[in-house]
C-alpha cells in the first residue's frame, strides 16, 4: 500500500547471523504490525506497537525483537535464536478506528 | 486464545460460477475485516463488518456478519479471473483495545476460464 515501505524485498541470512527488516510508514499511524507468512498458511502476529518506546510480543515473538524509537519506524530484527526464519513478513499499519494497511513484505531465506 | 477457522482452504472455481468462504471465530468479534491477497502480493482490505447481521456489498462480492458476531462469510457471483487470490477473515475481539487482528488461514481462490 502506498504510505508503507518495506526493505529488503529479498533478505538471505547466514547460520547464526541476525538480521533487521526495515519498516517505515508516513501515514502518522500510530499502531504498527509485524506478522510472518508461511507458504499456504494465514498471518501470524510476531509484534506489535501502538505508541513509540513500546511494544508487545504476538502471538510467535521468539527468536524476534523490535523497536519503536520513531512514530514511522518498526524494524524488525531475525535473531539466530529463530531456528526456522524462512517465511515472508509483512509490516502493517492502522490509524484509529481504520483496518490495516500492508507494506509489500520482505521474503527472507536461509543461506 | 482467540481463533478464527476459515473454510474452505482452497477454491476450484469455474469462471462464472459462485462460491462462498466462510469465517468462524472462537470468541465475540468486535469487528471483522474481509483481506485479498493476490499471488506474489500483500494483503489489500476489501472491507470492515461490525454490526450485528450486517451485509455489504461490493459490485459482486457480498459480505455478511453473523448475528452472534461470530462468524462471517463472503460470497462471490459470477467468478472472474481478476478474482485470483486468497481471500482472508480477520476477527478483532471485543476487548482487544490494540487493534489486533487474528487472520484466518484463508482461501485460496483458482479461476478456470
Known amino acids: 500500500d502506498g504510505g508503507i515501505t518495506q526493505s529488503p524485498k529479498y533478505l538471505f541470512r547466514k547460520e547464526g547471523q541476525n538480521v533487521t527488516l526495515s519498516c517505515e510508514q508516513n501515514?502518522?499511524?500510530?499502531?504498527m504490525y509485524w506478522y510472518r507468512q508461511d507458504p499456504g498458511q494465514g498471518l501470524r502476529l510476531i509484534y506489535y506497537s501502538q505508541i513509540v518506546n513500546d511494544f508487545q510480543k504476538g502471538d510467535i515473538a521468539e527468536g524476534y525483537s523490535v523497536s519503536r524509537e520513531k512514530k514511522e519506524s518498526f524494524p524488525l530484527t531475525v535473531t539466530s535464536a529463530q531456528k526456522n526464519p524462512t517465511a515472508f513478513y509483512l509490516c502493517?499499519?492502522?490509524?484509529?478506528?481504520?483496518?490495516?494497511?500492508f507494506g509489500d513484505g520482505t521474503r527472507l531465506s536461509i543461506l | 486464545g482467540q481463533q478464527v477457522m476459515q473454510i474452505p482452504q482452497y477454491q476450484h472455481v469455474q469462471e462464472g460460477e459462485d462460491f462462498t468462504t466462510y469465517c468462524n471465530s472462537s470468541t465475540t468479534l468486535s469487528n471483522i475485516q474481509w483481506y485479498k491477497q493476490r499471488p506474489g502480493g500483500h494483503p489489500v482490505f476489501l472491507i470492515q463488518?461490525?454490526?450485528?447481521?450486517e451485509v455489504k456489498k461490493q459490485k459482486r462480492l457480498t459480505f455478511q456478519f453473523g448475528e452472534a458476531k461470530k462468524n462471517s462469510s463472503l460470497h462471490i457471483t459470477a467468478t472472474q479471473t481478476t478474482d485470483v487470490g486468497t481471500y482472508f477473515c480477520?476477527?478483532?475481539?471485543?476487548?482487544?483495545?490494540?487493534?489486533?487482528?487474528?487472520f484466518g488461514a484463508g482461501t485460496q481462490v483458482v479461476v478456470t476460464p
Open positions: 480477520a476477527g478483532q475481539e471485543t476487548t482487544d483495545s490494540w487493534g489486533k487482528l487474528q
Open positions: 502493517a499499519s492502522r490509524g484509529v478506528n481504520q483496518p490495516q494497511h
Open positions: 463488518l461490525v454490526k450485528s447481521g
Open positions: 501515514l502518522n499511524h500510530d499502531a
